[in-house]
């Protein structure tokens, strides 16, 4: 039977150790966190999202900022939004729920925001900063998985590793950070071929894909360590939508540990992008980013 991956639990623990520097930072007369959410229009989903950031935030004693705006918002009114949060000193942290509607550049909004403010890791210059393996923001996705694997395998040196994906904000940060661990990664996509064939050599699969069950038993080596990124939701007989990642979980009894859906990847998340917070804050009050670093 595979070691389960408690992300839950992980993510709780991750929220302590927030808490507890929020407190310390403001105890030594730091500033306190403060984490703006920008949302634009009303997707449900996002609403969804925004939500659960904005109790996160009160749950570890940041401040949260929200800014609602309509789905008519110009991109010229929203990009003046983002320039009075990159002004003010008591926003640490700015994120800006995605997808943003159609007539809204999102890339020009993103690049917007200031680097050492991108909480989310999207901005060019954190993305340079992690190729290149100097510091800055990273992701909160790619952030939770290598907690998780680091829960179970502390050394990833010189193991075999296939990520199944290639976005921006999942597959390629997370290439970079296994990469920077001196693993062996190999990154596969829709035009992969006999990926199968790939997964059956590795050590550990991250699976990004968004695609339900695409992983199977036979796809996996004996004693491999299995994150599943992907949250798919499908409609249950019962009325009720249930979320299924890319791993076929039920047939990973022979896998060394694997990650559920929900409760793995997903609650690491949110975490952090708190913990993201607080290191933004730590930085605006003139720690260098290798110190942030040690939360
Ligand atoms: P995306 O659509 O931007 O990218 C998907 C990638 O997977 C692409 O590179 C594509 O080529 C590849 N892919 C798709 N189908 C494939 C297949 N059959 N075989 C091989 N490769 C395939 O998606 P994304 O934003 O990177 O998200 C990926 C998944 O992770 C989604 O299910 C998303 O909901 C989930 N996600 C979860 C969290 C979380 O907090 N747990 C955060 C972000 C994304």
């Not at 749950?59 to 309509?70: D, K």
């Not at 008591?90 to 991108?118: E, F």
């Not at 022979?254 to 930085?283: D, E, F, Q």
Request: proline letters at 7%; one cysteine or more.
């Amino acid at each position: 039977m595979a070691e389960l991956i408690d992300g839950k639990a992980l993510a709780r623990t991750l929220d302590e150790r927030t808490r507890a520097d929020v407190a310390a930072l403001v105890a030594a007369g730091g500033p306190r966190p403060g984490l703006a959410v920008v949302l634009v229009g009303d997707d449900p989903a996002s609403q969804v999202y925004v939500r659960r950031k904005i109790k996160g935030c009160e749950a570890v004693g940041i401040t949260s900022f929200e800014r609602r705006l309509p789905a008519t918002t110009t991109e010229g009114e929203l990009m003046a939004v983002i320039a009075g949060l990159n002004a003010d000193p008591q926003v640490h942290g700015i994120l800006c729920q995605v997808p943003l509607p159609p007539h809204i550049d999102q890339g020009a909004v993103l690049d917007a925001i200031l680097p050492d403010k991108d909480v989310d890791g999207f901005h060019p210059v954190n993305v340079g900063r992690l190729s290149t393996g100097t510091g800055g923001i990273v992701p909160c996705t790619p952030l939770g998985v290598m907690m998780l694997l680091d829960s179970v395998l502390p050394d990833l040196k010189g193991l075999d590793v296939v990520v199944i994906g290639k976005s921006n904000i999942v597959g390629k940060p997370i290439a970079m950070l296994l990469l920077e661990r001196e693993a062996t990664v190999t990154v596969t996509h829709i035009h992969t071929k006999d990926l199968p064939q790939i997964t059956r050599k590795a050590d550990i699969i991250v699976a990004a894909a968004g695609s339900p069950e695409l992983v199977r038993g036979d796809w996996v080596k004996p004693g491999a360590v299995i994150i599943d990124v992907g949250i798919t939701r499908i409609a249950g007989e019962n009325g009720k939508d249930r979320l299924v990642g890319d791993v076929a979980f039920a047939e990973m009894d022979h896998a060394r540990a694997v990650t559920p859906v929900p409760g793995g990847v997903g609650p690491m998340t949110i975490a952090c992008l708190l913990s993201n917070t607080v290191k933004a804050a730590r930085v605006s009050a003139g720690e260098t980013v290798a110190e942030a670093e040690t939360l």
